[in-house]
């Protein structure tokens, strides 16, 4: 009977024993051991994280304007700063000078041809016409009064009659010559003169367009900077490879090879996943962080955002994408076109918003919740939310500042 007492009042023991520990951690709030967070009015930030690369708004192109091809003799260093009409770079101009010699050579031999043509050889080819005219009239004139004597004194039978025909002859062959040599300066005047004038002045022209062609041309070998700005090489397909140019390389006419980025008017492309196209608007503040410089924070606003869904590089075909475009705010020298960047878009922003750790909120059938634990007990409250980011939701109903709530 003693061990059946004892063993009853271990027994008895141990279920007091228990009991004070089941109410010691159920019976009492104030004695179990919780994550707490207060309640607090701070300022609440909502922001989208996008990845994109800075860029200059505008940029010029730099680009060949000789005519075929032509080999680089000399470049400016590629990074340079550079103001506008500075030289940039140079191509081989020893034949272009050395045709530049014969095609003025040969602008000069027309233009003295031409000048000899109008004030020399046309006016004394009409004055001996007109010469050679009065001669032959005047000749006719001597021989006309001859032949009217003749005919005279053939009545008298001075002189015969075949005389007579003779000097009829005569005269008209003066008269012959008189016509021709007459058509001859009427035509030279209409047709010849003109003719020579125009092919002296083609001459003369095709000499003039050939030397300022060369001229165009000598004068393109010097590229000079049609903005200021940073000189950036642009890649090209050379001799079977993609690179920047080098000093030997050949260009063709109109081929781009350098950049001149506006330092001064940055902006930042990205792309936005459609799923967060509703959080991004026009107008917003946005925060970027260039990678290169960890430590730098610039301010911009959301310029534009694209309206036709593409698909993004490296992204899944079904996935679709909008364009963003985020207007740098602030410079810096340090920026460089083609800096990989991230940006905060600033899609609310609260300064004295209530707010309650995510941790806190449970979830059901779409409705918020929250225990709210006091000195007395843990209560379950409604709540109705606002903005929301990566830590903390906005409270607009069902909590007040100093409660405090427990973390799930």
């Known amino acids: 009977?003693?061990?059946?007492?004892?063993?009853?009042?271990?027994?008895?023991?141990?279920?007091?024993?228990?009991?004070?520990?089941?109410?010691?951690?159920?019976?009492?709030?104030?004695?179990?051991?919780?994550?707490?967070?207060?309640?607090?009015?701070?300022?609440?930030?909502?922001?989208?994280?996008?990845?994109?690369?800075?860029?200059?708004?505008?940029?010029?192109?730099?680009?060949?304007?000789?005519?075929?091809?032509?080999?680089?003799?000399?470049?400016?260093?590629?990074?340079?700063?550079?103001?506008?009409?500075?030289?940039?770079?140079?191509?081989?101009?020893?034949?272009?000078?050395?045709?530049?010699?014969?095609?003025?050579?040969?602008?000069?031999?027309?233009?003295?041809?031409?000048?000899?043509?109008?004030?020399?050889?046309i006016p004394l080819e009409v004055e001996e016409l007109k010469m050679d005219l009065q001669k032959i009239s005047e000749a006719a004139a001597a021989e006309k009064q001859y032949l009217k004597d003749s005919m005279a004194l053939a009545q008298e039978n001075v002189v015969s009659m075949m005389e007579v025909e003779q000097q009829k002859a005569k005269v008209a062959q003066l008269d012959a010559e008189y016509r021709a040599v007459k058509n001859r300066l009427a035509l030279t005047r209409k047709y010849l003169h003109p003719s020579m004038r125009q092919r002296a002045n083609a001459k003369l022209h095709s000499a003039k367009q050939a030397l300022e062609l060369a001229r165009t041309q000598l004068a393109n070998t010097s590229v000079y900077a049609p903005a200021g700005g940073l000189l950036v090489y642009k890649p090209l397909h050379i001799g079977g490879e993609y690179r920047t140019l080098r000093i030997g390389d050949s260009l063709h006419a109109n081929q781009p090879f350098m950049l001149i980025p506006d330092l001064e008017d940055m902006v930042l492309h990205s792309m936005i996943p459609e799923s967060e196209l509703s959080q991004v608007k026009a107008g917003q503040k946005v925060v970027i962080y260039p990678q290169a410089f960890p430590d730098m924070r610039l301010e911009g606003i959301?310029?534009?955002?694209?309206?036709?869904?593409e698909s993004a590089p490296g992204q899944p075909k079904w996935q679709n994408y909008f364009s963003l475009t985020i207007a740098i705010d602030d410079k810096d020298e340090k920026l460089r076109p083609g800096m990989s960047a991230v940006a905060h878009v600033i899609s609310a922003h609260r300064e004295d918003a209530l707010l309650i750790p995510r941790r806190a909120i449970t979830w059901a059938d779409g409705t918020a919740y929250a225990e709210v634990k006091t000195a007395l007990q843990i209560s379950s409250r409604k709540l109705s939310l606002g903005a929301v980011n990566e830590t903390h939701y906005e409270v607009l109903a069902g909590l007040s500042a100093g409660e405090t709530v427990i973390l799930k």
Request: aromatic share 6%; net charge neutral.
């Open 1 to 121: 009977m003693k061990h059946k007492s004892v063993r009853i009042g271990i027994s008895a023991g141990i279920a007091a024993v228990s009991l004070l520990f089941i109410l010691g951690n159920t019976g009492d709030p104030a004695q179990t051991s919780y994550n707490l967070a207060k309640i607090e009015q701070n300022a609440l930030v909502v922001r989208s994280i996008y990845t994109g690369k800075i860029e200059a708004r505008n940029q010029v192109t730099v680009m060949s304007k000789f005519k075929g091809f032509a080999t680089v003799v000399e470049l400016t260093k590629e990074g340079s700063q550079i103001r506008t009409g500075d030289l940039v770079a140079r191509f081989d101009s020893a034949d272009l000078e050395r045709e530049l010699l014969n095609l003025e050579k040969e602008y000069a031999l027309a233009e003295s041809e031409r000048k000899s043509q109008f004030n020399a050889i």
């Open 302 to 309: 959301v310029e534009q955002v694209g309206v036709i869904a």
